[in-house]
């Protein structure tokens, strides 16, 4: 039943990131460490075909991976201070490769895969390498599976991947996990990128379908894993319970024929209990290590007690909306920003009426920091439309219709305009 | 997509031992990697059939048979549910399990996507609750 190149892709799959993050911790370098773990890779393609898959594949993967990286040492010729050290720690360890493969197999992995989440989400990098990156070295995509998720020609992500590995070097960013006084900083930058990554899936910002779940599942896993190598950082859990939420609705939110369903609209009965069930225990350890600590609930965990208040709703019209107006009030002071304020003016629209709820939103459109974002419009006309004002609901929803890259989404604010 | 991963074993096995700690650390440490992988979505142990019920159905009659279940001859002894990419990396993360006492079987099933299945007038009930949106013709 199984091809056998789908068994060695899915051992791949499983044992890139730790190969790359053991061989980043030797090698410091985390461009070299992705080049000797491919061309492990391409060794085990020539022989796990002929020999069978060896019972432990990332052991056998690293031995492989090592032999090399030692091998490009001894044939080194620069004789700068770094390689000729390098080399005698290398010799060093191979005089105890037994023991070098213990290393690398016991919690140090935890250790250096932390390293590796990082430094592939380094701030230096810009957002969208800093995302390419960590789904190849963390998510242990393919390149082109990168790019069909993104919906960007393969040699696209092949560049930026490259480009970003040479900013690395370039810039000496140490293969470490960063020291207490910048942690929350690239903690921070660290939950951006799989939250862009999740976002990105949920609603895809172009392309012909309106979500795209693998791309959720790649955060959620990478989010989990994340979970379980910083346990004790409330935001980690905060962004897991997110997520998972997130994730629990991802069913209900298309029908069938393809077409989008509002959270409204959406048959509760579709949602995934068990995955609201772990982000709702992943939000509980996040509330618990706040209190501990006697600080305050972060962004993400703000977000995820609003979306457990949808998740905890039996009916739409169930939903506590003033408490999640509140939240969302929190939000706005603790994550000030443009797309927030939005949410809080739909949360006030529906806990205290679609007045107030434009107040807010012609606040924002005076304001302009969102001119092209097409969720202003869309929400503008249903505020109108449900004051009665049908003529300028369908004018919003045209606007609505014409801003937004997904075609999906488009249809459906051009079919709100003609029923306005 | 998401599997359930069966522990399956033969319930008339000469009796064994009860799990030796070694065994149970092993299997605490192959549900860690699973979780530590972020595949790992749900697992339960389930207790031996001796504590266990059949409800036996035949028409509109019940049977409530206490176990054990002589004529069974497979045990589920537990379960994993996973969130893989493919049926092929579920099958790597199976082989991976720890077998507890000689031979013992996991079976992968993949799951329905609930997703294919239509709620029987699901459309119409939503096309209906649009329609009585406010501020429609």
């Known amino acids: 039943m199984t091809d056998p190149h789908a068994a060695i892709a899915a051992v791949f799959r499983i044992e890139f990131p730790r190969l790359v993050a053991g061989l980043a911790r030797l090698t410091r370098d985390v461009g070299r460490a992705e080049e000797l773990a491919q061309d492990a890779l391409v060794v085990a393609l020539e ?37 000729v050290q390098l080399a005698h ?30 430094t592939a989400c380094h701030p230096v990098l810009p957002p969208e390498a800093r995302v390419a990156l960590t789904l190849r070295l963390v998510g242990g995509l393919t390149t082109s599976e990168i790019a069909r998720a993104f919906v960007v020609p393969e040699p696209t992500i092949g560049q930026r991947i490259f480009r970003a590995k040479r900013t690395l070097a370039e810039a ?56 379980g190598l910083v346990p004790d950082e409330p935001e980690v859990h905060g962004l897991v319970a997110l997520l998972e939420l997130s994730a629990s ?65 039996a009916t739409a019209e169930a939903t506590e909306w003033p408490r999640i107006a509140a939240l969302y009030t929190l939000l706005a002071r603790c994550a000030p920003s443009p797309i927030v304020d939005l949410n809080l003016a739909v949360a006030v629209g529906m806990a205290f009426g679609p007045g107030a709820g434009l107040q807010l939103v012609d606040a924002l459109v005076a304001d302009g920091a969102l001119a092209t974002y097409h969720l202003l419009p869309a929400v503008r006309g249903d505020l109108l439309a449900k004051l009665g004002r049908g003529d300028e609901a369908r004018a919003e929803f045209e606007r609505a219709a014409e801003l937004t890259r997904n075609e999906r989404e488009r249809a459906v604010l051009l079919a709100r305009a003609r029923d306005s | 997509m998401k599997v359930m991963m069966l522990m399956i074993a033969n319930p008339h096995a000469a009796p064994t031992a009860p799990p030796t700690e070694e065994a149970l650390l092993a299997m605490h440490q192959y549900n860690e990697e699973l979780a530590k992988a972020g595949v790992l979505l749900d697992l339960g142990g389930l207790t031996p059939p001796g504590q266990g019920v059949r409800i036996h159905y035949s028409g509109t009659k019940r049977t409530v048979i206490d176990g054990p279940f002589p004529e069974a001859k497979e045990m589920v002894g537990g379960y994993a549910l996973l969130e893989v990419k493919d049926l092929a990396e579920a099958i790597e993360w199976a082989k991976r399990s720890p ?32 329609a009585e949106k406010p501020g429609k013709a």
């Open chain 1, 47 to 83: 022989r796990w075909p002929i020999d069978g898959v060896p019972d432990n594949p990332g052991a056998w993967l690293m031995t492989t991976a090592k032999r090399r990286a030692f091998d490009g040492m001894r044939h080194a010729r620069i004789a700068d201070a770094k390689h």
């Open chain 1, 172 to 227: 000496h960013v140490p293969f470490e996990v960063p020291r207490a006084g910048e942690r929350a900083e690239r903690l921070a930058s660290v939950l951006e990128v799989i939250y862009l990554v999740f976002n990105e899936g949920h609603v895809a910002t172009t392309g012909a379908s309106w979500m795209r779940p693998e791309l959720c599942n790649d955060a959620l896993r990478i989010a989990r894993v994340l979970a």
């Open chain 1, 249 to 313: 609705r991802l069913a209900a939110r298309v029908a069938r024929d393809g077409t989008p369903v509002l959270l409204a609209d959406q048959d509760r009965s579709r949602w995934d209990r068990l995955l609201v069930r772990r982000g709702l225990a992943a939000l509980a350890r996040a509330e618990e290590l706040v209190a501990a600590r006697g600080g305050s609930a972060g962004p993400y965990q703000l977000q995820a007690m609003i979306a457990a208040h949808h998740a905890r709703a």
């Open chain 1, 89 to 118: 720690d290398l010799d060093a360890t191979s005089r105890d490769v037994a023991g070098a493969l213990a290393d690398a197999l016991d919690d140090d992995v935890g250790d250096d895969l932390l390293r590796l989440v990082f």
């Open chain 2, 99 to 130: 077998v507890m006492g000689g031979d013992a079987t996991v079976e992968i099933r993949p799951l329905f996507d609930p997703s294919q299945f239509d709620v029987p007038g699901e459309a119409e009930e939503r096309a209906k609750r649009q």
